[in-house]
Nanobody
Framework: QVQLVESGGGLVQAGGSLRLSCAAS????????MGWFRQAPGKERESVAA????????YYADDVKGRFTISRDNDKGTMDLQMNNLNEEDTAVYYC??????????????WGQGTQVTVSS
């Protein structure tokens, strides 16, 4: 069965860094776009970053541009999110997702269970 497992979340001080990882298993997603979403308490889930199947195209939400970097390794079936200069507004549960197609301009097919990121002042 398909599984997406996130890791790397935790508690960090403002200005610090974290690196999230998503490991996919059950089938290959080398032809699918992947992305990171987050949901803060009382807010809707939002897209943070996304990457096309061959990493030729990436997307970042405006408030993370210049601070977050998304990457993937199709051989390993993994996707990472390097998060630098974190601030309290980045506190949320972060989810890994796989899109139906190679482009992230469409719906998501699979979701991970999420990893908590907490940024303290």
């Amino acid at each position: 069965q398909v599984q997406l497992v996130e890791s790397g979340g935790g508690l960090v001080q403002a200005g610090g860094s974290l690196r999230l990882s998503c490991a996919a298993s059950g089938r290959s997603f080398s032809r699918n776009a992947m992305g990171w979403f987050r949901q803060a308490p009382g807010k809707e889930r939002e897209s943070v970053a996304a990457i096309s199947w061959n990493a030729g195209s990436v997307y970042y939400a405006d408030d993370v541009k210049g601070r977050f970097t998304i990457s993937r390794d199709n051989d390993k079936g993994t996707m990472d999110l390097q998060m630098n200069n974190l601030n309290e507004e980045d506190t949320a549960v972060y989810y890994c997702a796989v899109y139906y197609s190679g482009s992230y301009y469409g719906p998501q097919e699979y979701w991970g269970q999420g990893t908590q990121v907490t940024v303290s002042s």
